[in-house]
């Protein structure tokens, strides 16, 4: 193997091209990354299997090793950028992956290789593709049912819910209605014990103040007899009697 070849076979970019890959198809993603990561993820896994196919297809002689270095520069950016994320979650870092894997298209579009290796490696990388889109698209189906399913139970218990507060209150109605009759009844009985009362002293007041007027009233008249009398009698009014 010559030297020109030997820069291009044992260069690091098919290295670097791995360790993406093993790192996208390889790191679990929690639950509520997943759908905000999972298409980032798969495009890089598309793009890097392309990008491979087309190194280990190409010949030695027409690539240029600038394009290679290239190649480890963005295949390594984007792992860093897509670790820094799951790190941080700092969605900025997405945006710099997908920008190292642009750069990475665009370099590997350099590099000729003859159109038949070209072509199965663009169909490989689509299904590749496709096939990453089809299980997120599942697991999106599965944790929508879930959800659904989930919501429906939640809708179930709300309606029981609001069935017992509504039984509640109606409780609560018919305790406050009854209570406050309770208090309008006695209320009214007060108020009528009390004007008897009030009428029964009244009256007894009454009877008390006649009784004292024909008291007064037959005093008198006693002295006027006896004043009559003595006057009858010839005796001086004025003179006092024994």
């Not at 018919?174 to 007060?190: E, K, M, V």
């Not at 009877?207 to 008249?221: D, G, H, P, Q």
């Amino acid at each position: 193997m010559g030297a020109l070849v030997d820069r291009v076979v044992s260069h690091a970019a098919i290295g670097s091209l791995n360790d993406l890959l093993l790192f996208v198809e390889g790191t679990p993603l929690e639950s509520d990354l997943e759908e905000q990561v999972r298409e980032h993820f798969n495009r890089a896994d598309a793009i890097g299997l392309h990008a491979r196919k087309v190194l280990e297809n190409a010949d030695p002689y027409f690539v240029q090793t600038a394009l290679l270095d290239r190649v480890v520069q963005y295949s390594n950016g984007t792992r860093a950028e897509f670790n820094n994320f799951l790190s941080n979650r700092n969605a900025n870092h997405l945006v710099n992956a997908q920008a190292n894997v642009d750069g990475l298209l665009a370099t590997i579009i350099q590099i000729p290789v003859t159109t038949e290796v070209h072509i199965e490696a663009l169909r490989e990388a689509a299904a590749n593709y496709h096939s990453s889109i089809s299980e997120w698209t599942r697991n999106l189906e599965q944790r929508m049912a879930a959800l659904i399913q989930e919501i429906g139970g939640q809708q179930g218990r709300l309606a029981e819910s609001a069935t017992e507060i509504s039984n509640q209150k109606q409780r609560l109605d018919t305790a406050i209605a009854a209570f406050q009759q309770q208090f309008s009844d006695a209320q009214s009985t007060r108020q009528t014990e009390h004007t008897a009362a009030e009428q029964a002293r009244a009256t007894e007041a009454l009877k008390e103040e006649e009784a004292r007027r024909t008291t007064f009233e037959e005093s008198e008249k006693k002295k006027e007899r006896k004043l009559f009398g003595r006057c009858a009698q010839g005796v001086d009014p004025a003179q006092r009697s024994d």
